[in-house]
């Protein structure tokens, strides 16, 4: 595609620091200058022949954020994916192709499509307010159906909410702009373009935390329009996502100039409790809107609650009425909390008597950040309707839409009217749900085969009953309403948090993802669908929730230890299906430990029977989890006052040549070391950037004192790569980030064999250093520009894992890489070790003339100082030449895949030589028999050889 012009992103003034010392957000020039070093780095990168592998998994998919399918054709269209990028098919999901891999981003917000001229503009940056909602870089425009893209604009507004294309001009564009997630900015609001976005025009803004998070336009006139403004502002440690900006605005002029329809005097809710709204047009008069109220419920009267206690009940209470308490309400109080069960209520009432707890302790002991989070008893969902344009606005349904946004609206947003039917919508949340009364009632049309969070519908206008459903695993189609559905997910989507491998042969890899569970399945895993027809898939479901990390036992492959969000951890054994709880508690009159949606879990490399769990102490335990002991104080920065966990650690890493030297990270940027398991603490962060989310600390397999630190400015919107290296256990640290694009670094992992070869991961790609962080090279052949959220080495099969969030996992072979040394640097010719082959009969031969021959197939890898013409030989041992080739090899690694077979020349000179039959396979190629063969590399007057051997 087209690189972004640099003189598009200088309009955008730098933004400055907020009210709360934030640092700066990453300016679009920066981003700009990141994009193109990256693009420059992938042509000189040494490594970049080596080829990354998708290994799968597809069935439980990602989120999808939009849809856009072809009306005259429903069995074309486009789904959008989070942070997956854009894929195509043309027969109604049975197979897709991506259409966005040779773009910067792959993170999508929305997409329109202009089916008779196949011009698609795509806004890139989710519209959701995730953790992981990631930011974009603006519109990206294709003009035939995604084959070429370019930049169309909005370099600034990170978050696109909704595009609408007028139906007979496509060069005419309509944009509702969310603008940045974790700091203020004026890019945001609605925008238009008429020239294809060439050029833009801010015809709504309101103030810079309030942007567009949903756009439609009437059917029977395009010139009507209604936006939903959103006001939100997300931090590390608390979401605001409500407020007195968010409203409905309507033009009639295409968008050129836009009026509030929400005030009090509407009908529409006002205020700070006003939080996203999605909308659907049936025509210029009837319009839905979708409402996430924050505002909060009234009161339950005591009388309504029944006779059981709760937390509020004992708020504030004296000590006298706590006495007088019945005990066996008291006590089916604290079992149904989960109080540790030597707390009953007789000894309760003695602890309170004798003043070693307060009352208010038993409250304290339940109420954390997500406390304030998940059980705050907000209205929620709510559908309002307009006959008259938006003038007036009333509530569609009696009471509470229970059990569809619970207190996350911020995550769906949702409603769609069917062309047909002005009566029939659908709203999307968890689940997904149908009303044919106009919102007066609501059934459920979810299915076990659908995943329970839905973000995208589109309603077929023509064929009844056809719906197509985006959530957040991936694509189901149904052709009755919701009554059943068919799944539709070939796609590589997965958004992985974290994965890891275990050593048998073949190994295995695990991996949490985003609300889809913790997977496994084996490495060499095909992405096929023979599977449809054996009826077993060859991953995995081992765990529910949103998948965390996973650690496995070297002793015993069944023994793993994985869990969900906010340290909900388990033991698992999968020979048995048995699973153990095993979570630290903090004891009543403690403070409620603090875990991070990704709590950090770690096997001692030391002992297997060791296992350690970081709240905000690091915790030990010496039984595979069945106990815990706190080895550590408060190793973070406090925690601040807010709706999410923060003050958490976020990973652990114990030296691998020291029992005991542990290292531990948190989100609000502090780092701690530990020289003697945990008996003292010192902290080692001080000289760092504040208040970045460490995201990776790792301990080093070749010396003792080395150490690698990753920081992460995502939730300031600061995109800097910030990766450090000390060789003193932390008391200095020198930067190795010198040449890694603009994008936020999420992992980074040493080799077990090459103390200089690095591997980083970030929010944007792969990168590799032979010389320990002082140079990097761009690692993307085979995959898109995504983010990198884990990597593991797996070293019996010298195989590098890429977890990505958003398409899944990639495997490499870096087996050369470990190999180069920083000597062999300087050779100018080294060909790497060759596997040997195992011979077959059925080498190009099908079981039947109907099907794909099996072939055989040997990468020969090598290395070369300078780019330049090359030939490669394959010979005899005594110099029968029976395959030759030439190519035009880089400076670096180089890949010639052979297909183990003598071409006609070859095949001449060996029969000259040795009187034997050669066969002819049935695709009419000849393979080397069993033998010894060796590989001639020639290249710039140098030469060097490797054998192989066919058995």
Known sequence: MKLLKTTLFLIVSCLTGSLTAQAPATTPFEIQKGMELQEKMKKSSIVKNLILHNIGPSIMSGRVVDLDVNPSKPSEFYVAYASGGLWYTQNNGTSFIPVMDRTPTQNLGDIAVHWPSGTIYAGTGENNASRSSYAGIGILKSVDKGKTWSFAGLPDSHHIGRIQIHPDRPEEVVVAVLGHLYSPNEERGIYKTRDGGKTWSKTLYINDYTGMVDLTRAPDNPDILFAAAWERDRK?????????????????????????????????????????????????????????????????????????????????????????????????????????????????????????????????????????????????????????????????????????????????????????????????????????????????????????????????????????????????????????????????????????????????????????????????????????????????????????????????????????????????????????????????????????WQTPILLSPHNQDILYLGSNKLHRSMNQGTDWQAISGDLTAGGKKGNVSYGTLTTISESPLRFGLLYTGSDDGVLQMSPDGGNTWKRISDSFPKSLWVSRVVASSHSENRVYAALNGYRWDDFTPYLYMSEDRGKTWKSIANGIPAAPVNAVVEDPENENLLFAGTDNGLYASLDRGQTWNAMQNGMPHVAVHDLVIQPEAKHLLAGTHGRSIYRADIAPLQKLQPGLLEEPLIVFDLPDLKHSQRWGNSYSSWRTPNTPGLDIVFYSQKSGAAKAIIQTPDGIVLSETELQADAGINVISYDVAFTKKGKAEYLSKYKTRLLEAGNGKTYLLKGSYQVLISHNGEQATEDFKIE
Do not use: C
């Open 236 to 596: 590390a440690w608390n979401f605001k996502g409500s407020g007195p900006g968010s409203g409905i605005y309507k033009s009639v002029d295409g968008g050129d100039s836009w009026e509030l329809i929400s005030d009090k005097a509407s009908g529409f809710p006002v205020g700070e409790g006003v939080g996203r709204i999605g909308l659907s047009a049936f025509d210029a008069n009837t319009v839905y809107a979708i409402l996430d109220n924050q505002s909060r419920r009234p009161a339950q009267k005591k009388s309504d609650k029944g006779s059981e206690l709760d937390k509020e009940d004992l708020r504030n209470i004296s000590v006298k009425a706590f006495m007088a308490l019945d005990n066996t309400r008291l006590d089916t109080f604290l079992k149904s909390n989960g109080f540790p069960e030597k707390y009953n209520a007789e000894a309760v009432k003695n602890e309170v008597e004798n003043g070693s707890l307060r009352t208010d302790d038993l409250i304290a002991y339940l109420e954390d950040a997500n406390t304030l989070l998940f059980d705050t008893p907000v209205i929620g969902a709510e559908v309002y309707l307009s006959t008259d344009g938006g003038r007036g606005w009333r509530k569609t349904h009696d009471g509470y839409l229970e059990d569809l946004y619970y207190s996350y609206g911020y995550f769906f947003g949702q409603i769609r009217v069917a062309p047909y039917n002005r009566d029939q919508i659908y709203v999307t949340g968890v689940p997904i749900l149908r009303s044919d009364d106009a919102g007066a009632s609501f059934v459920s049309i979810d299915a076990e085969n659908v995943h329970a969070d839905h973000h995208a519908l589109w309603i077929n206008p023509t064929l009844q009953g056809h719906l197509v459903n985006g959530n957040d695993g991936g694509v189901n189609i149904s052709y009755d309403y919701g009554g059943n559905w068919i799944k539709n997910n070939a796609p590589t989507v997965g958004q992985f948090y974290a994965i890891n491998v275990d050593h048998q042969t073949p190994y295995n890899v695990y991996g949490g993802l985003q609300d889809n569970g913790v997977w496994k399945g084996p490495h060499n895993a095909e992405n096929s669908v023979q599977w449809q027809q054996s009826g077993k898939y060859p991953w995995e479901a081992i765990m529910g929730g949103d998948g965390m990390q996973v650690q496995i036992d070297s002793r015993n492959p069944d023994i793993v230890y994985t869990g969900y969000q906010f340290g909900n951890y388990f033991r698992l054994d999968l020979s048995s299906g048995k699973r153990k709880r095993i979570q630290p508690g903090h004891t009543l009159g403690e403070s409620p430990y603090r875990f991070n």
